[in-house]
């Protein structure tokens, strides 16, 4: 990787940085738990050279389940509490309605921080996006972002909104969603022997583009791996 490129750490918000609750989303601050090891691995994105963008559908506001004010106060408390970690997140991109063409699966977001920031396809190639979502990582492949990494929580919010473990997701099934969200992207080719993949972080080479597809089931896991 060139000491000149200009990589990326890509976050969707809900899962990958903060715990959801039993409605998939957090409206409000206190609810508001940060994913165990997610500020370890922004600041060792930061010391190795990676801006942080947020690139998060928040359609709920459209859905009137929330409302933008909601947001915006999730967000500030968000930052707050990043920064008083030394934590810089550089943007946060949302969309609001399930109708908008940014709204991932579609790359818009990324293509937006690729042009506000001056990135070249080489530092799409050379950066790093973590979703939870089929949708997440279809959005980060057709933006050309060359690692993309598929967290799978191992916990939520309950009913109380207060963290719980839960049963992980089934490796069988999150292979079917990701069939059908980017087959087109012959993504698919060199992925086998998923059953392990609740216990341990899986590194996948591709015929794609793309020079990994990571699972992985704690942000611990991740350590060492920018």
Known sequence: MSDTSKKVLF???DGP????????FV???KFFYFTEGIKDI???AQEKGYRIAVITNQ????????TLA???RVHAYMLDEFSRDNIKIDDILYVTKKNDPYRKPNPGMFHQIKERWDLSDEDMHNSIAIGDRAKDAQAALLAGVGNVLWYLPSQCLNNNYKPITQTLSNPAKDLEQIKKNIQKLFILSHLSDLQTISVQARVTKSSFPVQHLTFFTHMKQLEGYL
Do not use: A, H, V
């Open 59 to 66: 359609t709920g506001i459209g859905e009137n389940l929330y």
């Open 11 to 13: 976050l969707d918000r």
């Open 17 to 24: 940085i903060n715990l959801t609750g039993p409605k998939c």
């Open 42 to 44: 922004c600041k060792e």
């Open 27 to 29: 409206s409000d601050p």
């Open 70 to 72: 909601d947001m915006m």
